[in-house]
């Protein structure tokens, strides 16, 4: 990605994710850009306000649009059941904010996807759905919290390997483990890039998202500062 512009009619926080979001990608692949998420752009402004995150999700929102036309793809058609007549949003929509920023209320719905935020006929299926995800996370839970450290060592060790390393040596990357402290996960990069500032971005948007998924939501990935040249 080259150059990123954006036209937004919105508020300052809808303007600052929109720009954030446009440097975020520069310099990217369209497939690294594909994996930004809304946390990512709160977390380059320095954080938004609770009330203004719904902004963030938009820039998100944004973003995957442009990316499908870029690729060709055809808009995609409304997934899921309307949930919120008021700003169209579906239960699908509502589902997949509570899962990736661990929303617990229907106000903090309303932050993120605005549903909720009109006459309120929605707000006890708000909650169904809230509920219905918490049911679902707690046997992971659970079996997370089982985990001894060796345990989550080797399952980290075999995500780097099966699922990260594999994508990073083919632009010339590497990374490997270097220590696991509680929910801090300290890594090195290695080979192309290890020094430059993108590192940062390959480390949150691709590294810590996937061990997240795979291994367990609560760990951090922080990159180990490698003395390697930066020959890219």
Do not use: W
């Not at 954030?20 to 954080?47: F, P, Q, S």
């Not at 949930?83 to 929509?93: A, H, Q």
């Not at 290890?194 to 990159?223: D, G, H, W, Y």
């Amino acid at each position: 990605i080259i150059d990123a512009k954006f036209q937004t009619f919105g508020c300052a926080s809808a303007i600052a994710s929109s720009s954030a979001l446009t440097e975020m990608i520069k310099g990217l692949t369209v497939d690294e850009a594909a994996r930004i998420t809304n946390d990512n752009i709160a977390e380059y402004l320095g954080g938004l306000p609770k009330e203004k995150m719904h902004c963030s999700v938009m820039g998100r929102d944004a973003l995957e649009k442009a990316i499908a036309n870029y690729r060709g793809e055809p808009d995609k058609k409304i997934e899921g059941e309307i949930v919120c007549e008021c700003f169209g949003v579906t239960d699908m929509d509502i589902r997949r904010a509570v899962v990736e920023n661990t929303l617990k209320t229907v106000e903090d719905v309303t932050d993120f996807v605005k549903a909720g935020g009109g006459c309120g006929n929605c707000h006890e299926k708000i909650v169904e759905i809230i509920n219905s995800v918490y049911v679902e996370r707690k046997p992971e839970e659970k079996k997370a919290q089982a985990m001894t450290n060796i345990q989550k060592i080797r399952m980290i060790e075999d995500v780097l390997d099966n699922e990260i390393k594999p994508v990073l040596k083919k632009d010339g990357g590497n990374v490997e483990l270097v220590d696991l402290e509680g929910n801090i996960v300290l890594v090195k990069l290695r080979g192309a890039c290890a020094n430059c500032q993108r590192s940062q971005v390959t480390v949150k948007n691709f590294i810590e998202n996937k061990i997240r998924e795979l291994v367990a939501p609560e760990l951090v990935v922080m990159e180990e500062k490698s003395d390697e040249n930066c020959i890219c």
